[in-house]
């Protein structure tokens, strides 16, 4: 063909002009289908996070989600007071975190969780958090800004960031012999192209598939799956932090200046390891798609891997200081969209004792405080000083009630939140028992768990800082005569200035017992037309209802038998004593 511009000649049927066409047309269709997908990526993702933000979550978890989770909490809790698991698991937090977790990278469901597990315990600390959770709540433009830029970090799908991070610096080194040889294979192939080009064509496509068939089955690329996962999600921390550069508001500097050093510290890192983020990126790139084939192909990701580990090795510090300022920025956009969740909600007014005392006196001053897991839930008001026990049918509310006391103390000292209209108390640790099983494995009964359970509690009341612990049924796995014998000894020795002991109970004998250390409260309910009615609604006083006996003869039980246990009741109310109940005849 002949070119009119230059005068010269052009052959489009020599072959390899035409596969050096074809390969620039794939390259620019390649590129255009990238910058395509890319701005459909943001489209969608802004979409999304409109959609989501002060919405329910409406994620699935699946199994072991949450204990992935919780791993870089339990690498960073160190020596400090944390939500115990007992504790944790009494209250159902792992609920209240998938309430709060509307986060849109690994760093951030990280470090969320990790703030649920590690109260405050000082003005200056809540009022730095709250100042960040209040910016993205008022500031819509920068809040999904910030949003936008977390999403290319995005969440690992193949075990835990965290965990990969603090594995670094002991990870395996890789055996690269096999994986140059197949590449300098394939290099050969190559040259072979211009004398033999069918033959080199199909030795080099056999070759490739021998190299799929090895980075698949590989013992090497098993062994370091999980490592170059870290770097493709380290690689996409970094490539946020360079789009975060622009970010200079004063509400997010000191996590802008923790990025930014980590930035600085792997600023060599890039040029190598292009080709090691992939499949388990938590996205759906089609570049990713490309460069997984890529990878299989010619094991790029695998040559790489040595040099790669060198540049990362002895800077776990930085880069947890790094996802830790990410995390942070994530997980108060969290917080932000829980509270438009709310129906009601306030922040938190702390109290602190006179300069000069040993420790704060333990109080607390709630009102309207509902369950923020309960679909239509009741409102409650109390204000405690000292022991507070709490009587009551089954189901009439006083678990649920307990409970939400020391939910909503944990919310005010993490997230700033409480589920009420207001809420006054000191600094308090929080400790239950509640919601307590036998040990199977370690072969203990339901009763050894339970003194094992309170004693860790007495334990933690004989340091000076405020406490708040919370008791449900104390010793209800013994007998009745030793329960109220210990319990009212236990629940004594609670009652100190500094710790808040709230102790719901059958044995109504405890209300008595502790009458001048612990008020009284009750829920009651009310049983008509052969129907139970539960108002949940917390009352002063210990409960007078005697509803279990009329509930037998609700359900049609001897009415004999019905009277007989009402006598007996009676009786004992006014003497103490059981009546003895002797055989017929």
Not at 185 to 196: F, R, W
Not at 340 to 365: H, M, N, T, V, Y
Not at 453 to 468: A, M, V, W
Not at 484 to 493: F, G, P, V
Request: aromatic share 8%; hydrophobic share 45%; charged share 25%.
């Amino acid at each position: 063909m002949y070119s009119l511009k230059t005068g010269f000649q052009v052959d489009i049927m020599n072959p390899y002009i035409t596969t050096i066409l074809c390969a620039a047309g794939f390259i620019l269709i390649l590129a255009i289908l990238i910058l395509r997908n890319e701005h459909q990526r943001k489209k969608y993702f802004l979409r999304m996070i409109r959609r989501i933000y002060g919405q329910v979550p409406d994620r699935e978890y699946e199994a072991g989600d949450l204990e992935r989770i919780s791993h870089y909490y339990q690498k960073i809790k160190g020596d400090g007071f944390v939500i115990d698991d007992i504790t944790w698991n009494d209250l159902d937090m792992d609920r209240i975190y998938m309430l709060l977790n509307q986060t849109v990278s690994s760093p951030g469901e990280d470090v969320l969780y990790a703030m649920l597990r590690k109260p405050l315990f000082s003005q200056e600390e809540v009022e730095k958090r709250e100042k960040l959770i209040d910016f993205f709540s008022t500031d819509v433009q920068k809040r999904e800004k910030i949003q936008m830029l977390l999403s290319t970090v995005g969440k690992t799908r193949l075990g835990s960031l965290a965990d990969t991070i603090f594995a670094i610096n002991d990870a395996p080194k890789a055996s690269l012999g096999i994986h140059l040889g197949m590449l300098a294979a394939m290099a050969a192939s190559l040259a072979v192209l211009p004398l033999l080009p069918v033959y080199g064509f199909l030795l080099f496509i056999a070759l490739g598939i021998i190299n799929m068939v090895i980075y698949q089955a590989g013992k090497d690329h098993k062994i370091m799956e999980i490592y170059l996962d870290s770097f493709g999600s380290l690689l996409r921390m970094l490539t946020a932090a360079d789009e975060m550069e622009t970010v200079s508001w004063p509400e997010v500097s000191g996590q802008m200046e923790a990025i930014r050093r980590g930035k600085k510290a792997f600023t060599g890192l890039r040029k190598r390891a292009f080709f090691l983020t992939g499949a388990n990126s938590g996205t759906d790139d089609f570049f990713q798609a490309i460069l997984d084939y890529v990878r299989m192909v010619f094991h790029i990701d695998i040559l790489l891997y040595n040099s790669v580990l060198k540049e990362v090795q002895g800077k776990t510090d930085v880069i947890i200081e790094m996802l830790d300022a990410m995390g942070e920025l994530d997980a108060c956009i969290s917080v932000a969209s829980f509270r438009e969740i709310l129906p009601l909600s306030c922040r938190p007014e702390f109290i602190s004792g006179q300069k000069g005392q040993a420790a704060d006196k333990a109080e607390l001053q709630v009102e309207d405080l509902y369950h923020p897991l309960i679909a239509e839930p009741v409102a409650n008001s109390m204000r405690a000083s000292g022991g507070i026990l709490v009587t009551g049918s089954n189901a009439s509310g006083k678990s649920t009630f307990l409970k939400n006391i020391a939910i909503n103390t944990i919310l005010a000292q993490t997230v700033c939140t409480c589920t009420c209209s207001k809420y006054r108390a000191p600094f308090m640790k929080v400790m239950t028992s509640m919601a307590l099983r036998d040990d199977l494995s370690g072969g203990e009964s339901y009763f050894m768990v339970e003194i094992r359970s309170l004693k860790r509690i007495l334990d933690e009341s004989k340091k000076p800082e405020p406490l708040l612990c919370i008791i449900d049924e104390v010793l209800r796995g013994t007998n009745t005569i030793e329960r109220i014998a210990a319990s009212s000894r236990i629940l004594y020795n609670l009652a100190k200035p500094h710790v808040l002991p709230f102790a719901a109970t059958h044995d109504i004998e405890l209300s008595y017992i502790l009458e001048g250390s612990y008020s009284n409260y009750h829920f009651s309910e009310e049983i008509t037309d052969h129907e139970v009615v539960f108002n949940y609604l917390l009352k002063k006083g210990r409960a007078t209802t005697r509803n279990a006996i009329r509930l037998l003869d609700m359900l049609g039980y001897d009415p004999e038998l019905v009277r007989a246990a009402k006598a007996a009741a009676t009786e004992f109310e006014q003497t103490g004593i059981w009546e003895h109940i002797c055989p017929n005849g």
